[in-house]
């Protein structure tokens, strides 16, 4: 079983659709991310979970919505989204704190398009 | 602000082939550096990081260098595979608590038999 798990691996949604994508990590970290992974352009961050205490929000659309129940689910419910946010979405965790911040574990993604 | 740059890709080399691929970065004080790689289908995997300057990152072959002077960290090994055929992600981590990541553009690199 692989470390950070994402679900569904595919999605279609029109744009008035509401849907949310999941993700679970089985390594024990405190902290989880959601990524934006688009064609040539670099990863965006978009949410950052530590200790389940949001602690950043890159200036996200109000559009997608983050939520992390406890240290080892982390949701993005998405709802009335545009064509480009078509992109995969890349669900991370790590161990944060101390000197040595452990490296991003990344889940194999959601592949989302909207249409 | 903090950034990294990559060299455009695709790269396409024949099996055996010496691999170098470029990464320069701009940040305040001493960032992490760390080469991640993505296989197809798959997420994100951590290959190597050098967290000062002059330390050498190395792992499967691969090898990078932090150099301050030139603020790069280029990827290299001296003979690449087709299964290392994958997109490459350069990276730094400026700091704190918390991992804030930012990342390069990729990377893809095609491996011909």
């Known amino acids: 079983e692989t470390g950070v798990t994402q679900t569904p691996r595919h999605l279609v949604m029109g744009m008035t659709n509401k849907k949310s994508l999941k993700c679970e990590q089985h390594?024990?970290?405190?902290?989880m991310y959601w990524y934006k992974q688009s064609a040539k352009k670099p990863l965006e961050l978009m949410f950052v979970y530590s200790l389940e205490e949001r602690v950043e929000n890159n200036s996200v659309p109000s559009r997608f919505s983050p939520e992390c129940p406890n240290s080892s689910h982390l949701f993005l419910h998405l709802h009335t989204l545009q064509p480009e946010d078509s992109a995969l979405y890349l669900c991370?965790?790590?161990?944060?704190?101390?000197?040595?911040?452990?490296?991003?574990?990344f889940g194999n993604g959601t592949r989302l398009t909207v249409t | 602000g903090n950034s990294v740059t990559q060299m455009e890709g695709p790269v396409t080399l024949s099996e055996e082939a010496f691999l170098t691929i470029n990464c320069t970065y701009t940040?305040?004080?001493?960032?992490?550096l760390f080469w991640y790689v993505q296989y197809p289908g798959e997420g994100l995997q951590l290959l190597l990081k050098?967290?000062?300057?002059?330390d050498k990152g190395s792992n499967k072959g691969f090898e990078a260098t932090y150099r301050k002077e030139t603020t790069s960290f280029h990827l290299e090994k001296g003979s690449v595979q087709v299964s290392d055929s994958a997109v490459y992600f350069c990276?730094?981590?400026?700091?704190?608590?918390?991992?804030?990541?930012?990342f390069g553009t990729g990377t893809l690199l095609a491996v011909q038999p």
């Open positions: 991370a965790s790590s161990q944060d704190g101390g000197q040595d911040n452990s490296p991003l574990h």
């Open positions: 940040a305040t004080g001493y960032p992490s």
């Open positions: 390594l024990g970290h405190n902290a």
């Open positions: 050098a967290t000062k300057a002059d």
């Open positions: 990276a730094l981590n400026y700091g704190g608590a918390t991992n804030k990541l930012i």
